[in-house]
């Protein structure tokens, strides 16, 4: 009788935590290796803790808590994905239980059924959760800083094991990622001003000692800020956050899609009515409040003035706070209306997560494994000395997987000369005898590279964290129109300015123009207005030039370039690439290659009428002809960019 009772009392939250496990480990042996969880196993391969510490930790962007795990998790159970991933499977499961545990302590079951709906089956903690990293440790780390920090600020009664637990949580936020040690940070100093007064000593004295058992990591710390981010402005790729970023997060916080933007909508209306019953906001909320928005102010302002760091996944842990304070309006709904509303989140995210996303069978799939499969499944069919694969990754990378199905492959990796020059890649395709290409992750410039020699598409598969291209020399009537294709930008809005009278003529969508004995340092130079373009976000813009020149030497500093700018103004975007790099001495005529790269910015700089300029930069006032030019467009893996849209 007892166990039914329970059942029927506490069947909502079981529903919750059944669905939050289902979908945690229904898919689990799909799960792959993304980038940043294989990146991190290639540093685990030292001989010692200090080698661990000084080379596996320092040369990374975080905190050392993880790696180290990592460092000795993978020497019991090696590269298994299954066994490096269920530490964190299982953290995703008991931040479900703690949200819960907070609400029911500090707010009511109603808030704590809401809360933990969203953690249990939003789709952006249900990714976290699977990725071998220190994201979902924070988000239980975090939880557990605001169960402490609640026990001592607003609870009647506080013992020593709860100040203990504070301190406790406060190192494991800063060991596990420097953006959950902001959290920590942030959390301890507002509690200065809620602390009672009776509690304020042995507070501070708790605080000290934590300061005491950081210090030791803060060397790694400082050093891991002297090496730079992942900002573009510091050789990264991460660009500088819009303006209406947190509209994104919430939406991505709260399921994504068309489910996202419902319960933004419901928890508008809850809000709306709260006013107007003038329900007067609590200490707890106004606490959670400032945690969430000092946070995300921060990261937000120097991502802008400093340098970019504002992902959503640094950002769960202040969200965290915001799901608790939206949840914690449901006060005033009766117990059959939080149910009601609880139904409709459970099959708002259920819906986005699964149907919508495909979380079991689209969400898990990474480049890297993906490729070798596709490798091997060729080399079975064709035969291994007829199948090529290109890795633009590490070696480790694919050792993982050479050693995971017990075979060898012949390929290319970043540490092969071949893909440090252009002008090597395209000698290594020329000479090679195989039938097949097999290019994963590969850019634009790449795989214009890889068609000079391997024209026909024999198959294109692409999710959030796919992009495999196979190329053949043989026709395989496979017309991917989304690959390197010319797109009709060439037209009347565009200025081409030279110092030449000769019009410049058009042939369908291609330029035709020759420049020859010109001094001008800029011979060369097409305007495209943003605004006037139907570029998608993802795509590639490739630009194509086609040029004679007598050697390497005669065209050393000479450069094609791309530029986004304003008029007269310095320029927001610059990338070049030297004609030398492309130049083939068994060829007549040169070919090189140029990509832009369609981001997020691209909307903000429409809107600022700027204009993306091609042109020649003649640095040594050399003589070549210039014999043409092209526009191309490569949908790179457009599923990529919608994962939290």
């Known amino acids: ?59 990374d962007a975080h905190p050392a808590l993880i790696q180290i795990f990592l460092f000795y998790w993978v020497k019991i159970f090696d590269f298994n994905e299954i066994a490096v991933k269920l530490p964190f499977l299982l953290c995703g499961i008991a931040a479900i239980y703690m949200i819960y545990r907070f609400c029911l302590e500090f707010f009511s079951v109603k808030v704590a059924m809401v809360a933990s709906t969203f953690v249990s089956l939003s789709f952006i903690f249900l ?30 009664r506080v013992a020593i094991k709860h100040y203990v637990l504070f301190s406790l949580s406060c190192l494991l936020c800063a060991y596990n990622h420097h953006i959950s040690c902001l959290f920590a940070f942030s959390v301890g100093i507002l509690s200065v001003f809620y602390i009672p007064k009776e509690r304020l000593k042995l507070f501070a004295v708790f605080c000290g000692i934590t300061v005491v058992f950081y210090l030791p990591h803060l060397r790694i710390t400082l050093y891991q800020f002297s090496i730079g981010g992942i900002g573009a402005s510091a050789g ?20 994504c899609g068309i489910s996202g933007k419902v319960i933004m909508a419901l928890f508008f209306i809850l809000l709306f009515t709260s006013v107007f019953k003038l329900i007067p906001i609590s200490k707890k909320q106004v606490f959670l409040f400032w945690i969430f928005l000092m946070n995300y ?51 708002l995210l259920s819906f986005q997560s699964v149907y919508k996303k495909q979380l079991f069978s689209k969400v898990h799939i990474q480049d890297f494994e993906s490729q070798v499969k596709i490798t091997l499944d060729l080399q079975k069919q064709y035969g291994k000395n007829n199948v090529a694969a290109v890795f633009k990754t590490e070696d480790f990378f694919v050792y993982v997987y050479e050693k995971k199905y017990h075979t060898r492959l012949n390929y290319l990796s970043l540490k092969d000369s071949a893909l440090l020059k252009p002008y090597l890649f395209r000698n290594y395709l020329s000479h090679l005898k195989k039938s097949f290409i097999v290019l ?39 017309d991917d129109a989304s690959l390197i294709n010319v797109i009709p930008v060439l037209n009347s809005d565009i200025t081409i300015i030279k110092n030449k009278t000769k019009p410049l003529s058009f042939l369908n969508d291609s330029l035709y123009f020759s420049i020859y004995k010109d001094d001008d340092e800029f011979p060369f130079n097409l305007n495209l207005p943003l605004s006037k373009t139907y570029f998608k976000l993802g795509q590639f813009v490739l ?47 040169q070919t090189t290659y140029l990509e832009y790269f369609v981001g997020v910015d691209d909307v903000r700089w429409k809107n600022k009428n700027m204009a993306l300029n091609f042109f020649i930069w003649k640095a040594k006032g050399t003589h070549y002809a210039i014999r043409g030019f092209n526009l191309k467009q490569l949908d790179y893996n457009p599923t990529k960019w919608t994962l939290w849209d």
């Not at 709904?333 to 939080?338: E, G, I, Y």
């Open 543 to 589: 630009a194509e030039i086609s040029y004679s020149a007598e050697s390497a030497e005669a065209i050393d500093k000479e450069r094609l370039c791309a530029a986004v700018s304003e008029k007269d103004k310095e320029a927001v975007f610059f990338k070049t690439s030297l004609l030398s790099n492309y130049y083939d001495s068994t060829k007549t005529i």
């Open 236 to 255: 990264g790729w991460l660009t500088p956050p819009r303006n209406t970023e947190i509209y994104f997060f919430i939406k991505a916080l709260f399921g």
């Open 1 to 59: 009788m007892t166990i039914l009772k329970n059942i029927k009392e506490h069947w909502l939250i079981m529903l919750v935590l059944v669905l939050g496990i289902a979908f945690r480990f229904i898919p689990i042996n799909q799960y792959q290796f993304s980038f940043d969880e294989l990146s991190a196993l290639s540093r685990t391969g030292y001989n010692s803790f200090f080698e661990a510490v000084n080379y596996g930790v320092k040369l």
């Open 440 to 478: 994963g992750g590969a850019g634009a410039e790449d795989i214009a590279l890889a068609k000079e020699y391997f024209p026909f598409i024999v198959s294109h598969q692409e999710d959030y964290f796919r992009n495999t291209l196979v190329l053949s020399k043989k026709d395989f009537h496979n």
């Open 297 to 347: 102010l921060i990261i937000h302002f120097y991502s802008v003035f400093r340098n970019p760091i504002l992902q959503f996944s640094v950002l769960l842990f202040c969200g965290l706070c915001l799901i608790l304070f939206l949840s914690s309006f449901v006060e005033f709904l009766t117990k059959k209306q939080v149910n009601v509303f609880c139904f409709v989140i459970i099959f």
């Open 127 to 156: 990714v976290y959760s699977s990725y071998a990293r220190m994201y979902i440790t924070g988000v239980l780390f975090c939880l557990m800083l605001l169960y402490a920090a609640f026990k001592i600020l607003f609870s009647e």
